[in-house]
């Protein structure tokens, strides 16, 4: 099949895509295609200790590991490396395919459920020198931005009331007649009722003017930067508006009962999103997947999710980030949007997804990374080393990928092939976090190889198996009637958007794949 030009793929697959039981064949043998190509969990191991114990089948605090750890000597030093990543000629590459949108929806995403322990929620008495090795992840799909990480946060981010008219809703405030969450803050100060969330990370560099936009999000990333709370944002008011008709089709429910039903429904419809708008954007595949439950019903790699350190680091995507983003019609340089939602504020939503969808992402690989962002690169290598991970070699062996023979098997680009092997003694040697992101893009997909197949495994077998989608969960009476009527009027975010701004979206592009972008 793939000897056949791209647009001859395409045609045959929407023959197959128009006859119902033809396509969830299909759908069904990519997905198991792509997920089976590493064993299913529960991971023998975890980043704690290098032999299987109870604690390391049970303790989800510390991160899951693919392959066990190969502590490696004369590594090279990470800080000589950071060349590999750092700009050719201070130049941008673009990326053909992909807008602002798509590292935003990643980013959010990521944010919510691969959650690498940050330094202001270590546990009590844990040794501060292996957060990195542990997570704050709950490791279910749980739109906990949103709704927040524990039951306390939750239901400090509620309206609460048994009033008609406001059951089941999340807390809100109306600015310039559009609906955000609350502010976090008050003379500078965070709201009491609110001192029971996450602090936002990298508060530490705010000002006043800053700390005076951030919203009360259950997320502490929620607040980085103006297109994550754009989203969370467009996810409190998709909330409120199921929890009305919710409410309008039920009085009798209590304010829990309503907040529930909605919540059940917006983290669906949140990871129908997943599969049938971002994953559908990185496939090069020539049919669109859809987020069918049935498909992890039965299947043998359905168990319990646990996010692994390799995952963690695997979505480092800063180079997919351009210099500067557009905001009301205007760029703005990306560093004066960092924890500030003005923006955001200032646009509404439908301008700030119309901004972020006529912005053009850059391309994720090697040499280029802006200067600011290298100390990040540089700290995920060190992390990897952390973690004594295996070679990038060894996990293309685990992804049934071909392992490198040489340098160039690695990069097609001669200038990084050959500063590889400067760095290393052989292919085998390169460490994961660097030959992720020094292969090549694969063509029609914004990722390179190992990191399209990495992101598409755990995409599937962490979205398909949420409790929400088991076989005797995934019923109307679990939604209701207007929540399963929005999961299945829901495939991408335009359809979450066009529900939630005045007057709809109307004819505004709002997209992860650029109208330009013609295949490959």
């Not at 049970?58 to 800080?79: E, I, M």
Request: proline content about 8%.
């Amino acid at each position: 099949m793939s000897i056949l030009p791209y647009s001859v793929q395409r045609a045959l697959f929407a023959v197959i895509e128009a006859i119902p039981p033809a396509a969830a064949l299909a759908n069904r043998w990519a997905i198991n295609r792509v997920v089976n190509r590493a064993r299913p969990r529960p991971h023998p191991l975890n980043t704690e200790r290098d032999y299987v114990w109870w604690g390391g089948l049970t303790d989800r605090r510390w991160s899951g590991r693919h392959l066990p750890p190969r502590p490696r000597d004369n590594a090279p030093d990470p800080k000589a490396l950071a060349d590999l990543f750092r700009r050719k000629d201070g130049a941008q590459r673009m990326c053909p395919k992909s807008t602002c949108l798509f590292p935003a929806f990643a980013q959010y995403l990521t944010d919510g459920f691969i959650r690498t322990e940050s330094e202001d929620l270590l546990p009590v008495g844990s040794d501060p020198t292996h957060r990195l090795k542990r997570n704050t992840s709950n490791h279910d799909i749980d739109l906990c931005p949103l709704y927040g990480r524990t039951r306390e946060q939750t239901l400090a981010l509620r309206h609460r009331s048994e009033t008609g008219g406001q059951k089941g809703r999340l807390a809100s405030q109306l600015i310039d007649g559009e609906e955000y969450a609350p502010f976090l803050y008050e003379d500078d100060k965070v709201k009491p009722h609110f001192d029971v969330l996450d602090p936002p990370l990298g508060l530490s560099k705010t000002t006043a003017e800053q700390r005076a936009t951030l919203f009360a999000f259950g997320g502490d990333r929620a607040n980085s930067v103006p297109q994550v709370a754009m989203l969370n944002t467009l996810f409190l008011r998709e909330h409120n508006r199921l929890a009305a008709e919710i409410e309008a089709d039920h009085p009798a429910w209590d304010d829990d009962r309503v907040f529930e039903t909605a919540r059940n429904s917006v983290i669906v419809m949140f990871i129908k999103i997943i599969v049938e708008d971002y994953i559908n954007h990185i496939s090069p595949l020539p049919f669109n997947l859809r987020a069918d439950p049935s498909v992890a019903w039965n299947a043998v790699w359905n168990k319990p999710n646990w996010i692994t350190t390799e995952f963690s680091l695997l979505y480092r995507w800063h180079a997919l980030i351009p210099d500067a983003l557009t905001w009301g019609g205007q760029a703005r340089p990306v560093a004066s949007t960092f924890m500030n939602n003005a923006p955001l504020i200032e646009n509404g939503l439908l301008s700030a997804f119309a901004g972020i969808s006529a912005t053009q992402a850059a391309e994720l690989g090697p040499r280029n990374t802006a200067e600011p962002l290298l100390h990040i690169e540089v700290a995920s290598i060190e992390q990897d080393r952390d973690c004594a991970l295996a070679s990038f070699s060894d996990y293309c062996d685990y992804m049934s990928q071909r392992r490198p023979v040489n340098f160039e098997a690695i990069s097609s680009d001669p200038d990084v092939a050959g500063m590889l092997r400067n760095a290393y003694d052989r292919p085998r040697d390169v460490d994961f976090h660097v030959g992720l992101f020094c292969e090549d893009r694969v063509p029609n997909s914004p990722l390179p190889n190992l990191v399209l197949k990495f992101v598409a495994l755990d995409a599937f077998s962490q979205a398909l198996t949420n409790p929400l989608l088991s076989r005797h969960v995934f019923k109307q009476s679990t939604f209701s009637g207007p929540g399963w009527r929005a999961i299945n009027r829901t495939q991408t975010l335009r359809d979450v958007v066009d529900r939630n701004v005045d007057g709809g979206a109307g004819d505004t592009f709002i997209g992860m794949t650029r109208p330009e972008w013609r295949p490959e």
